[in-house]
């Protein structure tokens, strides 16, 4: 009995130790187990996850840089401020996984957390994503009802934003129903205070010659109200004009110099208020009732300010002594601005005479027919600094010499008064045109410096030194042919193909420009101007350029552009020019079929 029992009491104890070492050592030991094999698995994917974000922030890292340095050579220092900025945030996270993938991550495995995340990775992307997206709305515009933003003000549309980072409304006026154009410039949408410092420092002086009504500035935001000029630009009048006839007719050439001489007078009035417009182009030229009407005052300057000289402006119609002498720090008031202006007139007349920017400066040829006298005021305006006209009003009385006689091809150059010749003896009125209207073969104007049109044959006169050099050529060409010890040429893999011309906007995207082989650029120059006067539809602009080569791959061949890109940008290609092998370059169409290499 006694015996039973013993057994029956140790039977219970022992289920009962078994009881209590499964419960607090089996069962604590497979947890164990089974947690280290968890860690384990947690840390393979963390370490894999880290390191393959580190190889990724610091990519990102880098190109934020590389932008932010372009931008830099692009004077576009807000952007630079925002590159740099993200450029800092990807560096730290690159910092911060990497400290995970050494320290943080091991402690996990042997049960020591470390402190919680706090790096909010996942909220900086969120908020990169938002930033985007508000870009994209500043690009195609906010669908947001803006009609209350303006005191005294409805709007009714909006225009394109350009360049400079605001948003530009077209509104009538609720005291008067007139309609003007505002520019407003937000801090919360990504405006920068040097643009909004920049665009108000000549709002007075401005609103006194009438060229702004209102204008507004506090600490959130900056507006002002311009008068509202219904018409094409000056890109699209000229290619009309030049789709007319193979040749500008002595009544087109008088409807030429009525725009130039209101442009001229316009500037006129800019200078003696003491302004300087520093961004005379085709596209900020609108042509309405006749006349030409300057727009846009982002880069309007006083004369006699004490900042420095920047190198803003547009390629081909910005005059190359005003980088040379913003590149030295030259201050405004130490060079008379007016004449810069006065370059870009100039440049303005050659591209209505030969409907393409002049590629060569003051050097560009005349492909086209035109009278030497008109000839002679644009080489005048685009000489060099100290050989050009002092002021506007030179070139404006050439310019009314020539409107004041009845067949403008009889007057010589030595008629003009900045030459010995006689002023116009009644002054000449400021000339309105009304020109048939010819319906742009493209429903979205071009915003560039042209060329416009489509692509003319011309006939040249042939000239001995021409002759001389076929010849020439043709001595070479035998020579190359029978030389047996010549090298053999590796042919590249890149073919070289005749394009169709494109029937929209051609940005020139021109690395050439750094080049320091003066033959290679006048010869990409030469083929710019060629594709120009075939008809492609090219125009040079350095805001659209540094946005451009933020997606522009560097080896368009192998990597395609998409369309998308392309129609945020309103282009129907890019037309790229690189630094090629042996001194020469290489010229690459890029649309959204892919990238071709031009003869």
Not at 159 to 166: E, I, K, T
Not at 296 to 302: E, F, S
Not at 395 to 417: F, Q, Y
Not at 534 to 544: C, I, Q, S
Request: charged share 20%; hydrophobic share 40%; aromatic share 8%.
């Amino acid at each position: 009995m006694v015996t039973a029992l013993f057994t029956c009491f140790g039977t219970v104890v022992g289920l009962v130790g078994a009881v209590l070492l499964l419960v607090y050592v089996v069962i604590p030991i497979i947890g164990h187990v089974v947690g280290f094999v968890c860690r384990l698995i947690r840390f393979a994917f963390q370490e894999l996850r880290d390191v393959l974000l580190i190889s990724i922030a610091l990519f990102v890292g880098v190109i934020k840089l590389l932008r932010a340095t372009l931008c830099v050579v692009l004077a576009r220092w807000d952007i630079v401020h925002k590159e740099t900025e993200a450029a800092k945030r990807r560096f730290i996270e690159a910092y911060d996984r990497t400290v995970a993938v050494f320290v943080e991550n091991p402690l996990r495995v042997i049960g020591i957390e470390t402190k919680n995340e706090k790096h909010g990775y996942l909220h900086q992307v969120k908020n990169e994503a938002e930033e985007a997206v508000n870009q994209i709305k500043k690009v195609v515009g906010d669908s947001s009802n803006p009609e209350d933003k303006f005191d005294g003000y409805k709007v009714i549309g909006t225009l394109p934003s350009g360049g400079s980072g605001a948003k530009i409304y077209i509104a009538t006026s609720i005291k008067n129903s007139s309609t003007v154009v505002i520019k407003n410039f937000e801090l919360a949408s990504g405006s920068q205070l040097p643009q909004i410092v920049r665009e108000s420092r000549a709002m007075e002086a401005a609103k006194k010659l009438g060229l702004v009504i209102e204008h507004h500035l506090n600490n959130n935001r900056f507006w002002y109200a311009m008068p509202y000029h219904a018409g094409d630009h000056l890109g699209v009048v000229t290619s009309n004009l030049h789709n007319k006839s193979k040749k500008l007719t002595s009544k087109q050439l008088q409807t030429v110099l009525g725009y130039q001489q209101t442009l001229l007078h316009t500037l006129k009035e800019y200078h003696s208020a003491g302004l300087w417009h520093k961004d005379v182009k085709p596209e900020n030229i609108i042509i309405h009732d006749g006349s030409a009407h300057l727009v846009d005052l982002g880069l309007v300057t006083p004369l006699a300010s004490a900042m420095t000289l920047t190198t803003h402006g547009t390629e081909y119609f910005r005059d190359p002594e005003l980088v040379r002498q913003a590149m030295r720090g030259v201050k405004v008031h130490q060079v008379d601005g007016s004449r810069f202006d006065v370059f870009g007139a100039g440049a303005v007349l050659y591209f209505m005479l030969e409907n393409t920017f002049p590629a060569h400066g003051g050097l560009s040829d005349f492909s086209k027919e035109s009278p030497e006298s008109i000839r002679w005021i644009v080489r005048r305006a685009m000489a060099d600094y100290d050989k050009r006209y002092t002021s506007i009003d030179e070139m404006l009385l050439d310019v009314e010499k020539v409107l004041s006689v009845k067949d403008i091809s009889t007057i010589r150059p030595a008629d003009l008064p900045s030459l010995g010749g006689e002023e116009p003896k009644v002054t000449v009125k400021r000339t309105t045109v009304n020109p048939t209207p010819v319906s742009p073969k493209r429903t979205t104007p071009s915003t560039g410096g042209g060329p416009f049109g489509t692509a003319r044959v011309y006939a040249y006169k042939t000239k001995p030194t021409g002759i001389l050099a076929v010849l020439v050529s043709i001595l070479i060409g035998v020579y190359v042919v029978f030389d047996v010890n010549a090298p053999t040429k590796v042919s590249t893999p890149e073919t070289i193909v005749e394009v169709q011309i494109p029937a929209g906007r051609i940005l020139v995207v021109n690395d050439l420009l750094s080049s320091s082989t003066s033959n290679e650029r006048k010869t990409a120059s030469n083929k710019i101007a060629e594709l120009g006067v075939a008809g492609w539809d090219l125009f040079v602009d350095a805001e659209k350029e540094a946005s451009v080569r933020s997606w522009l791959p560097s080896d368009p061949i192998s990597t395609a552009v998409s369309g998308s890109k392309l129609e945020s940008e309103n282009l129907t290609g890019i037309l790229l020019i690189k630094n090629g092998e042996n001194a020469a370059y290489k010229m690459y169409y890029v649309d959204q079929n892919g990238a071709s290499v031009l003869p």
